[in-house]
């Protein structure tokens, strides 16, 4: 019976679930996923995005371009190449819970990726949530803590980790449905961002066009 009534009080109860089936096909799924993702660990700042090899990271919510902070459009424009996360990614890290302290290099708040972009975030604790979707896209929703939360807890770290598989299978369903909407322009920043590469390959010293990771 105790059992009965934990469950009935648990975050990943049917009701918050059944929102967001119902949210699924729409571009209200990632605020409604927001929500439910409140429910489980306390933050100050939720960022969803996918990362493609060749291609720049597509914010997927917030949409609203005034919740976007100078520091996210330095990210977006060019530091991402920096970022361990994505260099995670990158080396095959693209699904499951992946902590920013956990793959950030010894050093990491003198590297030039901390100093240009990253300390103007604030965080002390960034928790990503990674979803493998295939064809080389991994859907990422990033948790920013700041210093009035500390690091995230025990409790709220195996709250993510019970309801990731939920999570992750919901995040394939709503791109299946709703990825053209996101990637309209993805092809052609694609080809002019390829054509630069190999213009940078073929005339560059060193025949590499990208930043050192």
């Known amino acids: 019976m105790q059992a009965l009534q934990h469950r009935s009080q648990d975050p990943g109860s049917a009701r918050l679930i059944a929102g967001l089936i119902d949210h699924i096909r729409l571009r209200s799924f990632p605020q409604v996923l927001s929500e439910y993702l409140e429910a489980l660990c306390q933050f100050d700042s939720i960022l969803c995005i996918t990362y493609k090899q060749s291609f720049r990271p597509i914010i997927i919510h917030p949409q609203d371009p005034d919740q976007h902070s100078p520091a996210l459009h330095r990210y977006i424009e060019h530091s991402y190449i920096l970022d361990p996360i994505y260099t995670a990614i990158q080396q095959g890290v693209n699904e499951g819970i992946c902590r920013q302290a956990e793959v950030a ?100 010293p060193s025949g590499n066009g990208r930043l050192p990771a």
């Not at 960034?126 to 929703?141: R, S, T």
């Not at 993510?160 to 309209?184: C, D, H, M, N």
């Open 105 to 204: 290099p010894e050093g990491f708040e003198t590297s030039d990726y901390y100093q240009d972009c990253y300390k103007n975030f604030d965080f002390v604790d960034e928790i990503n949530l990674l979803v493998n979707l295939g064809q080389d896209v991994c859907f990422a929703v990033c948790l920013g803590r700041k210093s009035r939360l500390g690091t995230i807890t025990r409790s709220e770290l195996n709250r993510l980790q019970e309801a990731l598989p939920v999570i992750s299978a919901l995040i394939r369903q709503f791109w299946l449905s709703q990825a053209g909407e996101y990637t309209k322009l993805e092809k052609a920043e694609g080809a002019i961002a390829q054509a630069l590469s190999s213009f940078g390959q073929e005339y560059s």
